[in-house]
């Protein structure tokens, strides 16, 4: 399997994304934002959209797209503090409404728009590796660089702002790279799946680890090693690569919670104490 150009590209640009995408999960769950990587994906398609119509490369200007869409939602979120959650449906409607008029105006643009919404991480190219490594550099020197601020700003916005965070600042780096992700990983396994890549690792890391860092290390194994499973079913089956993967990470999530379970029952029919590790979201005065 190794043996081909593109399976090597494949595992590369999957391992690229399923890393940094799998730990950006995990601050999406604690800001209560897993819906915004779905709204940007498909904001993202307005992009490749416009990029097809106006003769741009469709990667690049879907990259944009879903950037420019990012602080959109920060300006959105501002204006309606105690509705936030409705900037991500104000942004993912126009996004998608802007996609369906250039479509329609557009017929050749149909006929290229399976691979970015279902991924085609076998044919991706020189321009969107690039991206990608550009997107999963940026994410992880801001996750490193901020993680104590960006720890606190996730768990409680007024205690950050009382103690002299810039929450502001990083709410808006926040929302860039979370468009940056978000855009890189759309050759991977497409725009209707993208938020699998990203919230489904996170959804069972949080369940099952004790602290924040290890959340996010938890995350990142079971976002590469459900890329990799998947990339390597899909060879053997001849499935969708992008399918594939988000159906492997929605299994490890079910037989992860489910081990779980049988752990706790175990643990209490023979008279042990269950040991509940907390997740992040109860740890809120600690760094991990």
Do not use: C
């Not at 590209?9 to 934002?33: D, N």
């Not at 990667?59 to 979120?77: D, K, T």
């Not at 126009?94 to 017929?107: D, F, Q, R």
Request: glycine share 10%; charged share 10%; no cysteine.
């Amino acid at each position: 399997m190794l043996h081909y150009d593109f399976m090597q590209r494949a595992f590369f640009a999957g391992g690229i994304i399923a890393l940094i995408a799998s730990a950006l999960g995990v601050y999406l769950l604690l800001r209560r934002q897993a819906l915004m990587a779905d709204m940007l994906s498909h904001v993202s398609l307005a992009g490749v959209a416009a990029g097809t119509y106006l003769g741009i490369n469709p990667s690049l200007a879907g990259f944009v797209v879903a950037v420019l869409g990012a602080i959109a939602v920060e300006y959105v979120r501002k204006a309606y503090k105690t509705y936030s959650e409705l900037s991500v449906a104000i942004i993912m409607v126009g996004g998608l409404s802007l996609a369906v008029i250039l479509m329609t105006m557009n017929k050749s643009v149909n006929k290229s728009f399976s691979s970015y919404l279902f991924g085609s991480v076998v044919a991706v190219n020189r321009t969107e590796l690039m991206i990608m490594l550009a997107a999963a550099l940026i994410g992880a020197l801001f996750f490193f660089l901020l993680r104590r601020p960006l720890y606190m700003v996730s768990f409680d916005e007024e205690s950050a702002r009382t103690s002299g965070i810039p929450v502001q600042w990083i709410s808006f780096g926040f929302s860039i790279v979370t468009g940056m992700i978000v855009a890189a990983a759309m050759p991977i396994v497409g725009v209707l799946l993208v938020s699998a890549l990203i919230i489904l690792p996170a959804a069972l890391s949080v369940r099952i680890s004790s602290s924040f860092t290890t959340a996010i290390l938890i995350s990142m194994g079971i976002g590469l090693t459900g890329t990799f499973t998947g990339l390597t079913a899909s060879y053997k089956l001849s499935t969708p690569p992008g399918g594939t993967i988000a159906f492997v990470l929605l299994l490890f999530l079910v037989a992860g919670l489910g081990l779980k379970k049988l752990f706790a029952l175990g643990s209490k029919r023979s008279g042990r104490p269950v040991m509940r590790p907390e997740t992040p979201v109860s740890r809120r005065h600690s760094s991990g």
